[in-house]
Structures are given as C-alpha cells and as structure tokens.
C-alpha cells in the first residue's frame, strides 16, 4: 500500500497537554483510529539552534529528542497534522511518501 510516512519529534521530556509529547502524539493517532505508531529514543541529536545532546551523562536525562513515527494513508496523515494544528500544538515533523504492507506468512 502506498501512504505517508510521519515522523515527529519531540524533546523526551516536553509535555504536551500535561502528558509527555511522545505520549500524546501517540494516542492523538490511535485516538484518530490510526493504526500503528512507535516512538524511539535518541541516543544523540541537535535541533535548530544547533546544541548537541547526547547520552553520555545522568544530568542530561530528558533532553534527548524522541522520534514518533506513522507509516499512514495519506488522509489519516492529514487527518493528523489537521487535528495536532487544532490542538494548537507545535511540533517539528517529516513527511515522505512510503510503501508499507505485511509479508506473507
């Protein structure tokens, strides 16, 4: 099938609507009935303004970037970033166009 992908990203300790962003981004999409989401933690990363994180010491718990990620149908994408923007929530993303399917087995 041909569809979107969707990847978001989020510092692993922002709240978004008092719980944290990972964790709204994913049951904002099962919420939505969207199927499938998983989020992945950094083991490093820079943002806009260009400082390094990385996760190399215990004080630096919570500032890595956390990637969430959707392989959707075009309009459950749009039904998404639709519903994130009525939220009133800022968040940076990526979007690329994707096959994604099971194997037989």
């Known amino acids: 099938m041909n569809g979107v992908f969707l990847k978001f ?53 919570g500032d890595l970037p956390v990637e969430v990620g959707f392989a959707l149908e075009a309009a459950d994408a749009e039904r998404l970033l639709a519903e994130i923007a009525r939220e009133g929530v800022a968040v940076s993303y990526v979007r690329l166009p994707c096959e994604f399917g099971t194997t037989a087995g």
Do not use: M, P, Q
């Open 9 to 61: 990203y989020v510092h692993e300790n922002r709240r978004l609507h008092g719980i944290l962003g990972y964790e709204w981004l994913l049951e904002k999409a099962r919420s939505l009935g969207c199927h499938g989401g998983t989020a992945f933690r950094a083991i490093a990363g820079f943002g806009r303004h260009g400082v390094l994180h990385e996760d190399h010491f215990f004080e630096l718990a």
